[in-house]
T-cell receptor, first 111, second 117 residues
Framework: GQNIDQPTEMTATEGAIVQINCTYQTSGFNGLFWYQQHAGEAPTFLSYNVLDGLEEKGRFSSFLSRSKGYSYLLLKELQMKDSASYLCAVRFSSNTGKLIFGQGTTLQVKP | GAGVSQSPRYKVAKRGQDVALRCDPI?????LFWYQQALGQGPEFLTYFQNEAQLDKSGLPSDRFFAERPEGSVSTLKIQRTQQEDSAVYLC???????????????FGPGTRLLVL
């Protein structure tokens, strides 16, 4: 199938760095997205990777290895407001643009 | 508007009642998607429109679910004879284009939280 796997929960300390991993089936891969979702709110776009390597946007970076079917989202200098669910989503070429989402990783940032 | 809007934000329905959920995508966006999100889970795809054409409805869970986008802008998701298992957040997303690159980035609305009693 097209399962997207990511950890259910993570906890980190304010000011620290946290890495959220995501693995997916490599066949037909055509792009990976990370979204942030605060409770009761819309998912908001964080990053997009389609080629191997690291994409950096301020405190957030996202990495992709297509051969390994692996991505991670790196959050630096954690702030309390970063407490949210982080969703990994993959677009497969066989699909009509729809995204297949992982279950989301709930990140709790503690003081 | 600046973003995707959805209405109503909250809907309580009695089992067996019909409901209609509305989505206003970002102006000019060609593609529109509906997703269903259960509590504690990631969104699951329901259906996809490119302009007014419904190109993929493979995710609709039953024939009680129906979606339309008659003029290629606003979309409505209708659920007939609602059941308790339909309780979820229904998210709408739009993207500028359907093919390739960052133009396919989907921007989500705040969702409609449906509770069926």
């Amino acid at each position: 199938g097209q399962n997207i796997d990511q950890p259910t929960e993570m906890t980190a300390t304010e000011g620290a760095i946290v890495q959220i991993n995501c693995t997916y089936q490599t066949s037909g891969f055509n792009g990976l997205f990370w979204y942030q979702q605060h409770a009761g709110e819309a998912p908001t776009f964080l990053s997009y990777n389609v080629l191997d390597g690291l994409e950096e946007k301020g405190r957030f970076s996202s990495f992709l290895s297509r051969s390994k079917g692996y991505s991670y989202l790196l959050l630096k200098e954690l702030q309390m407001k970063d407490s949210a669910s982080y969703l990994c989503a993959v677009r497969f070429s066989s699909n009509t643009g729809k995204l297949i989402f992982g279950q989301g990783t709930t990140l709790q940032v503690k003081p | 508007g600046a973003g995707v809007s959805q209405s109503p934000r909250y809907k309580v329905a009695k089992r067996g009642q019909d409901v209609a959920l509305r989505c206003d995508p970002i102006s000019g966006h060609v593609s529109l998607f509906w997703y269903q999100q259960a509590l504690g889970q990631g969104p699951e795809f329901l259906t996809y429109f490119q302009n007014e054409a419904q190109l993929d409805k493979s995710g609709l869970p039953s024939d009680r679910f129906f979606a339309e986008r008659p003029e290629g802008s606003v979309s409505t998701l209708k659920i007939q004879r609602t059941q308790q298992e339909d309780s979820a957040v229904y998210l709408c997303a739009s993207s500028l284009a359907g093919f390739g690159g960052l133009q396919e980035t989907q921007y989500f609305g705040p969702g409609t939280r449906l509770l069926v009693l």
